[in-house]
């Protein structure tokens, strides 16, 4: 693939990434949850620096500085790691801070929020940027397991809080969407 290429599907994910988590946060904030007091969503400031950083990687891409090819590939997996880990970070952080709550209801939504964001990002470096597929099959591999994992841990959490099987059941559920994807 050439650096042209890459480079223009860096643009194209980097600013898809900077205003999806920015409508998020924008509607967290100012939304009818603010308003009821919902924790069904990333909390605003995951949002926020989520799109900061996209919007950072976008400028970068989109500016004259010379990125060869490497650098590009560094630049993007960078994003991908940065977004990857503050996905897993907000699961693991909020859903437990949820399940000691026992808001069991915003820790299922945040869950399954977290699982349609990994599935987002697994389409992008699918579709926008360009890798052999098996490269590109690892890469989504990776994003699975690793989100797998985090709820594994929420699940073992929510195992040990002494909360009642069939409040657990959904959380279970939550994990074999986690699976499937």
């Known amino acids: 693939t050439s650096t042209a290429t890459l480079r223009s599907g860096l643009v194209i ?5 900077a205003l999806f988590h920015l409508a998020f946060a924008v509607i967290g ?3 009818p949850a603010a308003i009821v007091g919902s924790n069904s969503d990333a909390p605003a400031w ?17 500016s004259s500085v010379p990125l060869d090819r490497r650098r590009l590939r560094v630049v993007e997996m960078t994003l991908l790691c940065v977004e990857m880990l ?3 970070g907000t ?5 437990v801070d949820l399940i000691d709550r026992r808001d069991l209801v915003d820790a299922v939504a945040i869950q399954k929020n977290g699982v349609i964001r990994t ?14 597929p098996r490269v590109t099959a690892k890469i989504v591999v990776t994003l699975a397991a690793a989100l797998i ?3 594994g841990l929420v699940l073992h959490h929510a195992d040990t809080v002494d909360l009642a099987s069939d409040d657990v059941a959904s959380h279970q559920i939550v994990m074999a ?4 994807l």
């Open 13 to 17: 994910v980097s600013g898809f990434l």
């Open 46 to 62: 995951s949002l926020l620096a989520r799109a900061a950083v996209a919007a950072a990687v976008f400028a970068l891409v989109r």
């Open 29 to 31: 904030l100012t939304g």
């Open 91 to 95: 699961q693991y952080l909020a859903v």
């Open 119 to 132: 599935l987002v990002l697994m389409i992008c470096w699918g579709v926008f940027l360009p890798r052999s």
């Open 177 to 180: 969407n986690a699976v499937f």
């Open 149 to 151: 994992f985090c709820h």
């Open 86 to 88: 503050l996905i897993l």
